[in-house]
C-alpha cells in the first residue's frame, strides 16, 4: 500500500493507492501453459488458500473482512477498549447475513430468481454450518481471473510460471474456508497443495461429515452473487457469464433437495424396522407366555442392535 487516506477533505471519498501487483491473470495466460505448469500453478493455489485460511479473525467475529476488522487508521483515545468490530457471533449468523444481503440486492433490482427456494434450503439446512467455530480467513474469489501469475510467454522461460498474487482482494470473509470458489471443482493439483503446505496437524475444514452439504449451500450462495452482479455491474459477456450461473443455480438446487430425500428415506427406514420389532416382540410375548421367555429375551437384543444401527446411518 501506498497511501490512503479515511477522510473526504483531500478528495470527495476516502481512497487506497495500492503499488501494482506483477503478472497478468490466469485466465489470459492459461492457454500458454503446459500440463505440467498448469499442476505447478493449481499447486500453488492450493498453497496459498491454505495460508490464507491459517489467518483468523483477531475479533473472533465471522463476516466480511470490512466488518471484521476494524479500521486500522480510524483515531481512539489510548485509555478506549480495543475496537471488536461488527461481526457476528457464529458462522450460521454470518452466512445469512451475505446470502440475505444479495437476495436483498437481486430484489431491489428485480431480478428473476428462485428467492423463496433459496431460503426454505437454508432455513432447513442452516444447523450444519453450527460446526463451524473458527473464523478463517478466506478469499470468495480465487478463479483463473482473479489470479496473478508470471508471464509465461517471456522468452528466456528459464523459471516456472509462479504465483504472484491477486488482482482483487475485496471479498475476503473469516468464516469457513470452503466457501471459496476454488473448493467446486478442485485439482488434484490443487488439492496436493492445499494438504502438503500444512505447517501442523490442526485439520482447517471443520466438521468434515457435513462439508458437502455446506459446499451446496455455498456454491447456491456464490451462483447467486454472480447472477446479481451481472446486472449490477454488466459486462460486454454478460450474458454469457449470467448464464451460467444460472445453470450452476439449478444445478446446485437439484442437489440440495436430495439431501431432504436421503434424510427421509433413512428415518422411514428406521420406522419401518421399529414397527417390524414392536410386532415381533407383541408375538414372542404371547407365544413366551407357557414359560418359553428365556429365547426371546436374546432375539430381542439382537433386534434392538439392528435398530440402532439404522438409527445411526
Not at 434450503?121 to 460446526?131: F, G
Request: charged share 25%.
Amino acid at each position: 500500500m501506498l497511501k490512503h487516506s479515511s477522510n473526504n477533505r483531500e478528495m470527495a471519498y476516502p481512497y487506497t493507492i495500492f503499488e501494482q501487483t506483477p503478472g497478468k491473470t490466469l485466465s489470459n495466460l492459461s492457454i500458454y501453459l503446459s500440463i505440467p505448469e498448469r499442476q505447478l500453478i493449481d499447486k500453488q493455489i492450493g498453497s496459498l488458500t491454505r495460508s490464507l485460511a491459517s489467518l483468523t479473525s483477531p475479533t473472533g467475529t465471522f463476516g466480511t473482512a470490512a466488518r471484521v476488522l476494524p479500521d486500522p487508521f480510524k483515531q481512539s483515545s489510548p485509555s478506549a477498549a480495543i475496537p471488536r468490530g461488527e461481526g457476528s457471533p457464529t458462522w450460521t449468523e454470518a452466512f445469512n447475513n451475505l446470502l440475505e444481503s444479495i437476495l436483498r440486492d437481486g430484489e431491489d433490482m428485480a431480478v428473476l430468481l428462485p428467492y423463496d427456494v433459496v431460503r426454505a434450503h437454508y432455513q432447513r439446512l442452516s444447523w450444519r454450518l453450527d460446526a463451524v467455530t473458527l473464523p478463517r480467513l478466506v478469499l470468495l474469489d480465487l478463479g483463473e481471473k482473479n489470479i496473478l501469475i508470471e508471464s509465461a510467454s517471456s522468452s528466456t522461460r528459464t523459471q516456472p510460471p509462479k504465483v504472484t498474487g491477486l488482482r482483487s482482494w475485496s471479498q475476503g470473509v473469516f468464516g469457513d474456508p470452503l466457501l471459496s470458489s476454488v473448493f467446486e471443482n478442485p485439482s488434484a493439483s490443487f488439492l496436493e497443495g492445499w494438504n502438503s503446505s500444512a505447517e501442523s496437524s490442526e485439520p482447517l475444514i471443520e466438521d468434515p461429515a457435513n462439508a458437502d452439504v455446506r459446499l451446496l449451500l455455498y456454491r447456491c450462495y456464490r451462483a447467486v452473487v454472480g447472477i446479481v452482479t451481472e446486472y449490477y455491474r454488466p459486462q460486454p459477456d454478460s450474458s454469457r457469464r449470467e448464464l451460467e450461473n444460472r445453470r450452476n443455480l439449478t444445478s446446485a438446487l437439484a442437489d440440495l433437495e436430495k439431501v431432504d430425500v436421503a434424510v427421509n428415506d433413512a428415518l422411514k427406514r428406521a420406522r419401518s424396522m421399529s414397527i417390524s420389532v414392536d410386532r415381533e416382540r407383541a408375538k414372542r410375548v404371547k407365544t413366551s407366555s407357557g414359560g418359553g421367555g428365556g429365547s426371546s429375551s436374546n432375539i430381542d437384543d439382537d433386534e434392538k442392535m439392528k435398530l440402532t444401527s439404522v438409527l445411526n446411518l
